[in-house]
């Protein structure tokens, strides 16, 4: 079995993910670069090496039992999972309008997609030292700031905002399951970042909003465990 840390980014091919993977892989370990389109994979895989980091591509659609499976078995070991792939549902999302169908999508993508990966990698983590997994959330699924109402959580979203509310309630659940182990499990938001998930619009770049997961992904043995970060510190459930 390798020494070298080993690292699994989901949904990796581009934007806030492609930067997780770029960052670890400026640590010097080996980043499994998690994408469901073949041709998208290969492109940033190639991209990372060209940028010389240790990186391979590993097809994986979280919505898919057999894709995750088949995923969990390219590694030995795995020190750190980055649960990063995510979607937004499109429009209309207001309660009143948004389909039933919209809903289980998202929620299928960013919730259960998040446990199906997780509980398959698992087993691996366990042979770990130090196991990390990182949940990317939003500050879009704190209930305190959506009902604050002061325009910190977007627009009024019936499916993707409470996709992370529902995210964030899971990642609680495992952090209190777990809380026996070695295996730290956080959420990071990485801020409104500029990315095909909201047409570009966000402030900050990709690498910027990859930080938070860098840093959830490289705490040490002590520290934080079922907590909701970004860059200034803990965010208000
Ligand atoms: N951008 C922001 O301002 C912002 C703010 C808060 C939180 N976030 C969160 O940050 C994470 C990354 O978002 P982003 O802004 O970087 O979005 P993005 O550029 O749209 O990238 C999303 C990634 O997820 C992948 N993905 C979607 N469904 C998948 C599936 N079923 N299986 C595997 N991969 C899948 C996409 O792959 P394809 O290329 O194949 O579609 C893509 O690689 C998400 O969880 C998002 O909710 C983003």
Known sequence: MSNQTTALVTGANKGIGYEIAAGLGALGWRVGVGARDDARRETAVEKLRAAG???FGVPLDVTDDASVAAAAGLFDRLDVLVNNAGITGGMPQE???????????VVETNV???VRVTNAMLPLLRR???PRIVNMSSTVGSLTLQAADNGQT???????APSKSYLN???IQYAKE???TNILINMGCPGFVATDLNGFRGHRTPAQGAQIAIHLATLPDDGPTGGYFDDNGPIAW
Do not use: C, E, N
């Open 53 to 55: 980091a240790d990186a």
């Open 95 to 105: 309660p009143t309008l948004v389909s039933p169908g919209m809903i289980r999508t």
């Open 112 to 114: 259960i997609g998040v």
């Open 128 to 130: 770990s030292a130090s």
């Open 154 to 160: 977007g627009p009024i979203s019936g499916a993707y």
């Open 169 to 171: 309630a899971m990642t």
């Open 178 to 180: 777990l809380k026996d």
